[in-house]
């Protein structure tokens, strides 16, 4: 499967954005799916993860009740609602596929889109 991230951008503190993973090459139900981040000179960490079906999510201590992990299958793509920004929010984040539940290390995940950039200012 090849995953392709977007909606990156840059936001004040405070403010919202709205990534978006699409894939192609094989149907995104498939795999448990996650989104994670990486800031310049620290390790890839998880952020949030969503089960096959989209019923069940799971969420980085740092981000719940901030941000909102969902999907739509008949579109083949994966979004992250990331409301109440924080300048520690600034990185690079990445969309990745699993078939793991509740898998929230990255080597759990086998496919990985480009990453789209997240700079929140103060």
């Known amino acids: 499967v090849q995953l392709q991230a977007s909606g990156g951008g840059l936001v004040q503190a405070g403010g919202s954005l709205r990534l978006s993973c699409a894939a192609s090459?094989?149907?995104?139900?498939?795999?448990?799916m996650g989104w994670f981040r990486q800031a310049p000179g620290k390790e890839r960490e998880f952020v949030a993860g969503?089960?096959?079906?989209?019923?069940?999510?799971f969420y980085a201590d740092s981000v719940k009740g901030r941000f909102t992990i969902s999907r739509d299958n008949a579109k083949n793509t994966v979004y992250l609602q990331m409301n109440a920004l924080k300048p520690e929010d600034t990185a690079v984040y990445y969309c990745?596929?699993?078939?793991?539940?509740?898998?929230?290390?990255?080597?759990?995940?086998?496919?990985w889109g480009q990453g789209t950039l997240v700079t929140v200012s103060s």
């Open positions: 969503i089960g096959w079906g989209g019923g069940s999510t």
């Open positions: 990745g596929a699993s078939s793991r539940w509740n898998a929230v290390g990255s080597e759990q995940y086998g496919y």
């Open positions: 090459g094989r149907t995104l139900s498939s795999y448990v």
